[in-house]
């Protein structure tokens, strides 16, 4: 089912915006394993931190789960009892192959995942204790971005706390440059070329708007949330936890 990733390879000639269809879904491991650095480590550390912070009988969110690594991550990590986990994604396909994964990985004594086929704008946050958006906000439109983490405040219990991760940018130029090029090297390492890179970037132009460090503390604490706490960077990605 993994396959490299080469959308974006010679062999293309019409790309268009970037879109998480079933092309995407068939190659998205590889395709964000060598796309954005640390990746490998932030899911299994969402994993450890929701062990920390997820309290029996509530709910954990993963919105935005694509093929479900951080929801399996929570699954096979959580202690709490009579939780229930809900992976959220409006991408059929996604949701159509993340079913297909975990049928295959049943394990008697985890908590429950449910999916559901649907937008996060759109999905009711409730008795939660971990909400998770891992590289999701920066898909959604910016002007709709401040009332979704509003509703993630408003559902999340007292002690809860929400993980973001996020490409950001850069308010300094010359920091933005550095890290683009740093980025677009890893990139290079990772065996994409120039071309690769160009084509995808252009794809992601209309479709993701990353918002800096600052604009992404602001909207946290207007929101109502008490603390923001960086963990993670690896050039322009970065991950956060705040605290309901």
């Known amino acids: 089912m993994n396959r490299k990733d080469r959308l974006y390879d010679t062999e293309i000639t019409e790309t268009g915006d970037f879109v998480f269809d079933d092309r995407v879904v068939r190659v998205f491991p590889d395709m964000i394993n060598r796309s954005v650095p640390g990746y490998s480590l932030v899911v299994p550390m969402i994993g450890m931190l929701a062990r920390q912070y997820a309290q029996p009988g509530t709910n954990l969110y993963d919105l935005g ?36 994964t975990l049928q295959s990985k049943e394990r008697d004594g985890l908590p429950g995942i449910e999916l559901l086929h649907q937008d996060v704008l759109d999905t009711p946050i ?8 891992n590289f999701t906000l920066q898909f959604v ?33 010359v920091e933005q440059e550095l890290q683009t090029r740093w980025h677009h090297e890893f990139k290079r390492s990772q065996g994409y070329s120039d071309l690769e890179i ?14 800096s460090m600052q604009q992404h503390r602001d909207r946290l604490h207007e929101a109502g949330f008490t603390h923001v706490c960086q963990w993670f960077q690896g050039f322009n990605f970065i991950s956060l936890v705040a605290f309901g």
């Open 65 to 100: 789960c694509s093929l479900g690594a951080v929801s399996l991550a929570m699954r096979d990590t959580v202690q709490a009892g009579d939780i229930r986990i809900w992976a959220v994604d409006n991408s059929e396909e996604m949701i159509r192959q993340f079913r297909t």
């Open 126 to 133: 409730e008795n939660a204790s971990v909400v998770v958006l």
């Open 141 to 173: 439109a910016p002007q709709k971005r401040i009332g979704l983490i509003k509703r993630i405040r408003q559902g999340l219990n007292t002690g809860g706390i929400l993980v973001l991760s996020e490409k950001i940018r850069f308010e300094d130029p």
């Open 198 to 211: 160009a084509r995808k970037r252009d794809a992601l132009e209309n479709v993701m708007k990353p918002d």
